[in-house]
Antibody
Framework: EVQVVQSAAELKRPGQSLKISCEGS????????IAWVRQRPGEGLEWLGI????????RYSPAFRGQVTMSVDASINTAYLHLDSLTTSDTAMYFC??????????????WGQGTRVTVSS | DVQLTQSPSFLSASVGDRVTITCRAS??????FAWYQQKPGKVPELLIS???TLQSGVPSRFSGRGSGTEFTLTITSLQPEDSATYYC?????????FGAGTKVEIK
């Protein structure tokens, strides 16, 4: 069974950094693309970036470039999202989502349960 | 950069109604086009991939059509459990784009 499990909720102060994990199981992790998406309270879905687990090739949304870093530890089937210089506007639910391959049409079909991040002084 | 314009942003319909949500892209999209359903407090759920491929377990009242720059999601007979927000999504040159969402309310 394909599963994507994210790390627990975080409470941070403005200016701090954050690292969220996304662990996959039940599929070939090295062949996968992992996307990171956030959703602020009451708002829509925003794309932060995407990383290929096989070689850590990463692409970032221009809106988040410089604040966000993605990485992968393939030995433990885990992707990470690192956010720097947090502000209260980074308060959101953060999701990772898996794409099984780069074949045209392959969707992001398995999502993590979300990691709630609260940034507050 | 591709822009996805999703409409309407809100719709209210009765059980049994046929509803259609439209997503227009600012330029031609390859066949990576998907629709998601998200209920409050829940993870987005993939309904349709490759514009028209219904995912396993998704009721057949959901269907997707389109190509190029215009895509639609249709619910042929709206059910109470379809109350949710629906998002379109495309992947273009490794950049993921989402529509702004359509909130569907059951009258």
């Amino acid at each position: 069974e394909v599963q994507v499990v994210q790390s627990a909720a975080e409470l941070k102060r403005p200016g701090q950094s954050l690292k969220i994990s996304c662990e996959g199981s039940g599929f070939l992790f090295l062949d996968s693309w992992i996307a990171w998406v956030r959703q602020r309270p009451g708002e829509g879905l925003e794309w932060l970036g995407i990383i290929y687990a096989g070689d850590s090739d990463a692409r970032y949304s221009p809106a988040f470039r410089g604040q966000v870093t993605m990485s992968v530890d393939a030995s433990i089937n885990t992707a990470y999202l690192h956010l720097d210089s947090l502000t209260t506007s980074d308060t959101a639910m953060y999701f990772c989502a898996r794409r099984a391959s780069n074949v045209a049409g392959t969707p992001f079909d398995s999502w993590g349960q979300g990691t709630r991040v609260t940034v507050s002084s | 950069d591709v822009q996805l314009t999703q409409s309407p942003s809100f719709l209210s319909a009765s059980v049994g109604d046929r509803v259609t949500i439209t997503c227009r892209a600012s330029r031609d999209i390859d066949n990576f086009f998907a629709w998601y359903q998200q209920k409050p407090g829940k993870v987005p759920e993939l309904l349709i991939s490759a514009a028209s491929t219904l995912q396993s377990g998704v009721p057949s009242r959901f269907s997707g059509r389109g190509s190029g720059t215009e895509f639609t999601l249709t619910i042929t007979s709206l059910q109470p459990e379809d109350s949710a927000t629906y998002y379109c999504q495309c992947l273009d040159s490794y950049i993921l784009h989402f529509g702004a969402g359509t909130k569907v309310e059951i009258k």
